[in-house]
């Protein structure tokens, strides 16, 4: 093995943490105070949504489906923008080259929504895991900052903070097919944002790693039982 | 590209090194200095780095904490602040800092290129510049010696033209030894910063060595461990021997230990909190454990 190697392999991700983790909770604080009542239009929408969805035994329909992946676009562009690049990017130089493919992931779920033939999944297993991981991210991710002891300020609302966002992703996904879109290539990044938010969240020595890690276990495993 | 030192540089360097030695006493009251090697130049043994803790991008509270801790650590006499464009905000975090403080004369501003197209180089050093807003920077070292082959002949002439005044290189948790030995050997150098603490002694053997044998100034990065070693040790009660060198915090005992090595010129522990850094900066004062008190200390630490 070359020194090169060697040298890349004694490195642990507790060295590419560059920022205290009071730094980074305090970044939320900062995303809720600047877009406050977004976050409580955000979670009215998404509530009304789940209305319009329960409603239909089968899932959500060809209009909820693409009304849910516009918004859900909208959200990643909200998260690439005011979280990625103004705040975390100045703290964390990865964050910078993670923001355009967030913007990426916007373009595409909004093409799929405009153009794209979506409707409901036929496994009621996936939409059930679904519709939970939507619900988690909606309601119960807001709260873990107070259950962790942090202020409620902190807390990470969809469509302005990575994780919930990429949650709710792979929860809306997993209820959604497409006859003629690869539908596939959207649960690259959720996944891998899911990931490497849960590294990082461990290195800063918080068990809400656990939280991104649990729902791409369990996203994945739907998937593919579904 | 020079490979040796000139026979004068070399007799400078050689009586810098044997003279490693604290000023006079019209200045005790303020921080026990090292010389530089390669220029006679006396630094306080207590700098200030700023991985980390300097890196708080907007955050406007976090931002005035650190020209706290900037302020104090003049106050208290330090001058060697070190950081990287690596560190995401930290550089701008300093420039704030010294703008607010208006611009101490006392700054040996300590920074580094951290980037593998050589090319790009000059324009980084110039963004480093501008962040920390200095005429120029006191010491630029190659970072964790990406593409030094590169950078240091551009770094030895900014240096000839003054636009610098020293030039080292970096590494950080024992990493590339080896070519930093090399580079120590062929290059003239006048800094070179690795990691040393009381656990992580590998520089004893070979590195520090050759740094006084050839005259070169070491800057010390992590004597906490980022912090672990600290968490790790405040478990347990100060030893007998930390109060015969004025300790009362571990911080200092990790500190002493580290810049009473002969060859050290200077730590620098990073800190948000003014009241770590006076803790630190005490470290500078009084007696230096000698050479069986080391062995001790290493030893016992070793032991918890």
Redesign the interface.
């Known amino acids: 093995m070359s020194e090169g190697w060697t040298d890349w392999l004694s490195y642990r991700p507790s060295d590419f943490l560059m920022f205290s983790p009071r730094i980074y909770w305090r970044l939320f604080e900062s995303l809720n105070l600047a877009f406050w009542p977004l976050q409580a239009g955000v979670a009215l929408a998404a509530l009304a949504w789940l209305g319009w969805v329960g409603r239909d035994a089968g899932g959500p329909g060809r209009a909820a489906a693409r009304a849910a992946l516009a918004a859900l676009a909208l959200g990643w562009a909200i998260t690439a923008w005011a979280f990625l690049w103004q705040r975390l990017a100045p703290i964390h130089w990865l964050a910078g080259y993670i923001a355009p493919l967030f913007l990426l992931q916007a373009a595409a779920m909004l093409t799929l929504a405009l153009h794209g033939a979506v409707q409901g999944h036929a496994d009621r297993l996936r939409r059930a895991v679904g519709l939970s991981l939507l619900v988690w991210a909606l309601l119960l991710h807001p709260l873990l900052a107070g259950l962790a002891g942090r202020p409620w300020m902190q807390a990470e609302f969809i469509a302005l903070a990575s994780d919930p966002t990429a949650i709710a992703t792979l929860g809306l996904l997993l209820m959604l097919r497409s006859p003629h879109w690869p539908l596939r290539a959207l649960w690259a990044l959720p996944v891998a944002w899911c990931v490497l938010s849960a590294v990082t969240l461990w290195t800063m020595g918080s068990a809400q790693g656990w939280v991104p890690w649990a729902a791409v276990l369990l996203a994945v495993w739907a998937a593919r039982r579904g | 590209m020079p490979t040796q030192r000139t026979p004068s540089a070399t007799r400078r360097a050689l009586l810098g090194s044997a003279l490693v030695s604290l000023l006079p006493p019209a200045m005790a009251a303020g921080p026990l200095t090292r010389r530089i090697p390669s220029s006679g130049e006396a630094l306080p043994v207590v700098g200030l780095g700023s991985?980390?803790?300097f890196?708080?991008?907007?955050?406007e509270a976090?931002r005035e904490a650190c020209v706290e801790v900037v302020r104090a650590f003049f106050a208290e006499g330090g001058r060697v602040i070190d950081s990287s464009p690596?560190?995401?905000?930290s550089q701008p975090t300093i420039g704030y800092a010294l703008a607010r403080l208006g611009r101490p004369a006392a700054l040996f501003s300590a920074e580094k290129v951290w980037i593998g197209d050589a090319a790009r180089g000059p324009a980084q050093m110039e963004a480093s510049r501008a962040y920390w807003g200095v005429a120029r920077f006191d010491l630029m070292q190659v970072h964790n010696l990406l593409s030094w082959q590169q950078h240091l002949p551009r770094l030895f002439e900014m240096k000839a033209a003054g636009q610098l005044r020293y030039v080292g290189i970096t590494t950080s948790?024992g990493?590339?030894h080896?070519?930093i030995e090399q580079v120590m050997r062929a290059q003239p150098i006048d800094f070179v910063q690795l990691s040393y603490n009381l656990l992580d002694r590998e520089a004893e053997q070979r590195l520090l060595p050759l740094a006084q044998e050839r005259g070169i100034g070491v800057i010390v990065n992590r004597p906490f461990r980022?912090g672990a070693l600290l968490q790790q040790l405040s478990r347990h009660r100060l030893p007998g021997w930390a109060a015969e060198i004025g300790c009362e915090h571990w911080s200092q005992v990790a500190l002493k230990f580290v810049v009473s090595h002969p060859a050290v010129t200077c730590a620098i522990p990073a800190t948000?909190q003014v009241a770590h850094l006076r803790q630190n900066m005490a470290a500078a004062r009084g007696p230096l454990p000698d050479a069986a008190l080391r062995s001790r200390m290493a030893r016992d630490v070793a032991a918890l």
């Open positions: 991985w980390i803790t890196n708080v991008g907007g955050d976090a690596m560190y995401g905000s948790e990493r590339r080896a070519e980022e948000s």
